[in-house]
């Protein structure tokens, strides 16, 4: 903890900061919040409109159709998986719990790594280079996002803010 000392009107203020590595904390926290807004939007489309997602995502690039016919408990199992990752990374995110955050990566990792794996493995006949490129890329980052979390969490489970700063008015002092 560092405790510091300054000129405040007409007496002191004192600031406690925790030593807390805030690049840490923000390189962590944006890997919670892209996980959570990759898994809710993904997870949230493909619940309210299986087929639609089955046919189109992402985003239009119609990957999923490549692997194989339309399978609403498919889709409808996928959307409920990403959707649980992604509102345990938004509530890890406002959470500001270390230990949570790595736990949070650690699931995505479980998820990510066989999910790359498996789309490294088998390209669909119908898919251009560029696309299955696209794809791997895609698959690759939620690992690497997942990832950082779990490696760039805080060890100590720290709250991420410093506590409020004291003002000590000194007698005797007077403005003006």
């Avoid at 985003?59 to 959707?83: E, R, S």
């Amino acid at each position: 903890m560092r405790i510091s000392v300054e000129r405040f009107g007409d007496g002191l203020r004192v600031r406690m900061r925790l030593d807390v590595d805030r690049r840490r904390w923000l390189v962590t926290r944006v890997a919670m919040v892209l996980l959570a807004v990759i898994g809710v939007v993904t997870g949230v489309w493909a619940l309210a409109a299986p087929a639609a997602w089955f046919r189109s995502f992402p985003f239009g690039l119609n990957w999923v159709p490549m692997d194989g016919p339309y399978n609403q408990h498919l889709a409808v199992d996928a959307g409920a998986f990403f959707l649980a990752l992604g509102v345990l990374a938004a509530l890890a995110a406002a959470a500001a719990d270390s230990l949570l955050c790595r736990v949070t990566g650690v699931g995505w990792l479980v998820f990510g790594i066989p999910h790359l794996l498996y789309h490294a493995a088998h390209r669909p006949a119908d898919m251009s280079g560029a696309g299955f490129a696209l794809m791997l890329i895609a698959a690759a980052l939620m690992v690497l996002i997942a990832a950082a979390a779990v490696v760039a969490a805080p060890r100590g489970r720290v709250p991420l803010r410093d506590p409020a700063p004291m003002d000590i008015r000194l007698p005797g002092r007077r403005n003006g």
